[in-house]
């Protein structure tokens, strides 16, 4: 059962959705469905090369509510938004697909039919099915969140979503979940400010993690940016890769703040 943390009570309750998933749509038929869709969109490569193009690689978020901030964006048009964030430069994007940020898996085929981009599912992984299922919905990449797993889940989920083709985005914490992540193959180390059990943000976690992540991985500097003095900040500390939400998706206009952050990284 749960020790508490709201990371605990999400997992609980993913396991509880997975049981019932699996007995509605047997594994299968979604072996299937991944088999019949089109090769994924590379995500680390397209990252790389915004990085290449204008120094700075953002997978934007497309994300309605959170359990920290609530309801962020009340009118929410995944397909829109993501048009938005491709017009304004972003690499990549992020699609939350948990009831607890008022995702659903159709908002992730949504957004991705309407650019080119590629899409990571995010969602809280704890059995093997939501990978395959992810990739049925159309996913380019996955993510696993060391917190929440074994070692042997980590190694076995990052098996599956690579042989898929798949990328994979290991997000850690602390020291301890970095040395877990770097036991895997997948070169994206998420670094998260946010803390999953409390729901703190500290941009002092990419500073203390960043020297300790190797040449060959690269970070990608996740939650809490909400300026450009943060992005700033953070490319300081070595991050060239963000996954940015919240501050963008409570502007009225997306595009705009996103050309106003991308900007600001610059100069
Ligand atoms: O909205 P923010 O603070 O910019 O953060 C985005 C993203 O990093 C955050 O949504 C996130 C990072 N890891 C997660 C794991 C599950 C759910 C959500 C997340």
């Known amino acids: 059962m749960s020790t508490g943390t709201i990371l605990d009570r999400i997992c609980d309750d993913k396991r509880k959705e997975v049981a019932l998933h699996k007995s509605q749509r047997p594994i299968q038929e979604l072996l299937r469905r991944a088999k019949d869709q089109a090769p994924p969109r590379g995500f680390a490569a397209a990252l790389d090369r915004k990085v290449a193009e204008i120094g700075i690689g953002l997978i934007a978020e497309i994300k309605k509510a959170s359990p920290s901030a609530g309801l962020i964006r009340p009118t929410f048009e995944p397909g829109q938004l993501a048009r938005a964030y491709a017009r304004a430069g972003a690499a990549c994007l992020s699609v939350l697909t948990n009831k607890f940020f008022q995702g659903t898996d159709a908002h992730l085929g949504e957004a991705r039919s309407a650019v080119e981009l590629p899409v990571i599912r995010k969602d809280f992984v704890v059995d093997p099915y939501q990978i395959v299922e992810s990739r049925a919905l159309g996913a380019d990449c996955v993510l696993l969140i060391v917190a929440a797993l074994s070692d042997d889940e980590l190694a076995n989920m990052e098996d599956i979503a690579l042989g898929y083709g798949m990328d994979v985005l290991v ?13 895997l193959k997948s070169p994206l180390i998420g670094v998260n400010n946010r803390n999953l059990k409390i729901m703190k943000t500290d941009l002092g976690t990419t500073e203390r993690l960043a020297p300790l992540i190797p040449a060959d991985r690269q970070l990608v500097c996740e939650s809490g940016i909400d300026s450009p ?12 890769r963000f996954l940015i939400g919240e501050s963008l998706m409570k502007r009225p206009d997306v595009e705009m703040a996103t050309k106003i952050l991308l900007a600001g990284a610059k100069g």
Do not use: Q, Y
Not at 230 to 240: P, S
């Open 171 to 183: 997000e850690v914490h602390d020291e301890a979940e970095l040395e877990r992540a770097l036991k």
């Open 229 to 240: 003095s943060d992005i700033k900040r953070m490319i300081a500390a070595g991050a060239k």
